[in-house]
């Protein structure tokens, strides 16, 4: 069973005055089947989490290790990661112009899987998940993230996520800015990959409202870059009525 | 991730946008409009057939500043001798005429001047021309391919494209060899006629090329321009517009690839000097190695009498290594306040890290990341060139040139 296991992660990004920690010894592990999610107030450094499992160039590990299946995911290169299941879906995925999507997909599945997938069958395999997550076929031969709304730049991540099909899917901030509909689409989709039990996901987010459509196992609170509470799903209730005050207080004057 | 990521060393970008008077005669109020300089420095710069009135150009004139004269071979000052070497050959489907005419040709020379000493020594050596015309009416059922191959002499070549009213033509002109070439080609478009240019020059690493191309499109006609430079030592070319009669349209779109040590500037004028026509120009570069040096210099004039005019041109490049250099300059003048729009842009950026880092987490490794990134650059702006032949041609080539050159 593919484990992800983040020992005392720091993580340090540079700034006008020298580097600044960010992350300050994160301790988290993830199991295939399980369901993470990880809340908390803006800065607290989630999505430094996300983009340093990822591996962003922007974001330099100062100590702590990351592991999957006992492999040392931080002495990977960004493309090796995702190769070895790691998958991030990104809260702000970039415009790629002149690369169609369905260009990108096969390239990416084709890297992923270690060989080009059958035309016949990834044609078909493309068209379903899209059907499945109410996108319109013309949407193949659009430039990656090209004019997306909010919406479809969402719906295109978690497409490939379930093209992918990694062993750990880090989802940054997947349901800001989508209405509800778009919302229930994403989650759906989410839920799909969950299901078949051979994906870890850390779900990464600010609100409690996507909690209605992913159940998570664990919630674990985020707060001054490190993890400050972590319990059952009863713990998202508590947020929910709340909110993060007593966790920056306390953040505060740690 | 420095935060001048987007700033190459060695780059520059300039550009400037010139106010005159406004149709009613009232000067344009605004912050900058208080100009002392003659707004048209460039309209009255000098235009001939005859090379002895230019004078030999020592490479700090405005129109030389950027161009490496040393590289010429002796174009510019007279020094290069017509020795041939350069074939011509015209492949032309039904409908087309082909002839090689003399100098004396009462059709050569009607869409303009020859604007630099260059132009004007090719103007005043070549022997024979090169018509191909397509009569008025006649829509054309496939591409006329003009192939220019150099094997290694010097040559002055002129060349005129005709379409007469309401005919269709696309032509393809190949440059391939080695050469030393000075040409001057003629685009001269009836009254609703649609022509479709792509010229490619695909030389051998030693050829030097410069060429004016000038186009005179008719009313209501439509000219459409692609230039793709991939080789030479020094290729310099100013495609140049100019609209016979009200509600002409030009696109005038550029790819170039620029490698170690290769000089290639395009050198672009528009002159709205006619009421209602339109213009739109894009020309992306990317540019690799030491020594890589591009050169786009986009002139747009909107004369006081072309009211309704619609204008856009943008250039882009991307550096992808050390070394290049870029210079961008558009110039946008405008004599009249009475139009339909008018703008310009020009970025010059490295490699977006951003791009990179999305493609390779998606398992792409960072070499074929790059390439599709390049590849994507160019295929946006290829996307509109509209004849699904010619677009998988190009991009073909600039598949090749990557594998060679994007590691």
New interface residues.
């Given amino acids: 069973m593919a484990t992800l296991e983040i020992h005392d992660l720091h993580v340090s990004v540079e700034a006008e005055n020298g580097p600044r920690e960010i992350l300050r010894g994160v301790d988290l592990t993830v199991k295939q089947g399980e369901t993470h999610a990880i809340m908390g107030p803006n800065g607290s450094g989630k999505s430094t989490l996300a983009y340093s499992l ?5 974001y330099t590990v100062t100590g702590g290790t990351v592991t999957l299946d006992g492999e040392d995911v931080l002495a990977m ?3 090796e ?3 070895a299941g790691l ?2 879906a ?1 809260q702000y ?7 169609s999507v369905s ?2 997909l096969r ?2 599945a084709t ?2 899987r270690g060989e080009a997938p059958k035309l016949r069958t990834w044609v078909k395999e493309v068209k379903e998940a899209m059907a499945r997550l109410q996108m319109d076929p013309a949407f193949a031969e659009r ?1 990656v993230n090209e004019g997306f709304s909010g919406g479809e730049k969402k719906r295109h991540e978690i497409l ?1 996520l379930e093209l ?1 099909k990694p062993k750990i899917a880090v989802l940054d901030e997947t349901d800001s800015g989508l209405d509800v509909d778009a919302l229930r689409v994403v989650s759906e989709g989410v839920n799909r990959v969950r299901e078949t039990g051979e994906v870890g996901t850390l779900l990464i987010t600010h609100y409690t409202r996507i909690l209605r459509y992913i159940k998570p196992d664990h919630v674990h609170v985020f707060a001054a870059g490190r993890i400050a509470e972590s319990g059952g799903p009863e713990l998202a209730d508590k947020l929910e009525a709340e909110g993060y005050e007593s966790y920056v207080k306390g953040g505060a004057s740690a | ?1 420095a935060a001048d990521v987007n700033t190459p060393a060695g780059s520059t970008t300039a550009g400037s946008v010139q106010v005159g008077t406004a149709g009613a005669g009232a000067p344009l109020a605004g912050p900058g409009t208080g100009r002392t300089q003659p707004i048209d420095a460039r309209v009255s710069a000098i235009a001939s057939y005859d090379v002895a009135d230019f004078p030999v150009p020592h490479g700090r004139e405005e129109e030389w500043r950027f161009t490496p004269l040393e590289r010429l071979r002796g174009l510019h000052d007279g020094t290069a001798a017509a020795t041939g070497g350069v074939k011509v050959a015209v492949e032309a489907p039904e409908g087309v005429t082909v002839e090689t005419v003399d100098r004396d040709d009462p059709r050569l020379g009607r869409s303009g001047k020859p604007v630099d000493r260059v132009a004007a020594q090719a103007y005043s050596s070549f022997e024979k021309a090169t018509v191909v015309s397509v009569a008025k009416d006649t829509v054309l059922t496939g591409p006329v391919r003009v192939a220019v191959h150099g094997e290694g002499g010097t040559a002055f070549a002129h060349l005129l494209v005709e379409v007469g009213a309401f005919a269709e033509a696309v032509v393809v002109l190949d440059h391939t060899g080695g050469a030393v070439l000075a040409a001057n080609v003629e685009y001269v478009l009836g009254d609703g006629a649609k022509l479709t240019v792509v010229s490619v020059q695909d030389w051998d690493d030693t050829a030097v090329h410069a060429a004016q191309h000038n186009a005179l499109v008719g009313r209501d006609a439509k000219f459409k321009s692609v230039v793709v430079t991939f080789g030479g030592d020094l290729v310099r070319l100013q495609p140049r517009v100019r609209y016979a009669a009200p509600g002409g349209e030009a696109e005038l779109y550029g790819l170039y690839f620029t490698d170690d040590g290769q000089h290639h500037e395009h050198r672009l004028t528009v002159d709205h000097d006619t009421p209602h026509c339109r213009s739109n120009v894009a020309y992306k570069g990317a540019l690799q190695g030491e020594g890589a040096h591009a050169v786009w210099i986009g002139d747009v004039l909107i004369r006081a009498a072309a009211e309704g005019t619609d204008t856009y041109e943008l250039n882009r490049n991307l550096v992808l290594s050390d070394g290049a250099r870029v210079d961008s300059v558009p110039n946008l003048e405008i004599e009249t306040g009475e139009i339909v729009g008018a703008g310009h842009a020009s970025a010059t950026g490295r490699f ?4 990179l ?10 070499e ?2 790059r390439r ?2 390049v ?7 290829l ?1 509109q060139i509209g004849i699904p032949e010619v677009e998988e041609r190009l991009l073909a080539k600039v598949d090749a040139e990557l594998e060679a050159s994007v590691a």
């Fill in positions: 990822a591996g962003h160039p922007k290169s960004v493309d990661r995702a190769r998958f991030l990104m995925p970039v415009e790629v112009p002149g690369v260009n990108f390239t990416s890297a992923v430039n490939q992918l | 991730m977006d890290d951003e791009q880092f999305y493609l390779m987490s998606r398992g792409v490794p960072a074929e990341a599709l990134v590849r994507g650059f160019f295929a946006e702006l996307q």
